[in-house]
Nanobody, 120 residues
Framework: QVQLVESGGGLVQPGGSLRLSCAFS???????????MGWHRQAPGKQRELVAG???????EYVDSVKGRFTISRDNAKNTVYLQMNSLKPEDTAVYYC???????????WGQGTQVTVSS
């Protein structure tokens, strides 16, 4: 099984920055490096949405609302994926979840989530 643990959430003022981290561990078939990773978020009363994703090869994608402000990256040596969030807006307030998808089984694993609140 794969375990994901997020950290780095908190309260920040509009225009501020946060960096989320997601540590990957467990008995994945071939380890962190082959998994596609993503950050999703869910605001109260809204559906969960994909915010940013990164493939095993390093290709990235972003939802339009965060393009130019958020950056997803991965460090395969540390089994960690990051989400750098700049110029935060109140509408970015949500619980942020890390996800890992196995390229072999297509199973998706989820972290427990970390709260991000953008408010003055």
């Amino acid at each position: 099984q794969v375990q994901l643990v997020e950290s780095g959430g908190g309260l920040v003022q509009p225009g501020g920055s946060l960096r989320l981290s997601c540590a990957f561990s467990g008995r994945g078939l071939r380890g962190f490096s082959i998994y596609a990773m993503g950050w999703h978020r869910q605001a109260p009363g809204k559906q969960r949405e994909l915010v940013a994703g990164i493939t095993s090869g390093g290709s990235t994608e972003y939802v339009d609302s965060v393009k130019g402000r958020f950056t997803i990256s991965r460090d395969n040596a540390k089994n960690t994926v990051y989400l750098q969030m700049n110029s935060l807006k109140p509408e970015d307030t949500a619980v942020y979840y890390c996800a890992a998808e196995s390229p072999i089984t297509r199973q998706t694993y989820w972290g427990q989530g970390t709260q991000v609140t953008v408010s003055s």
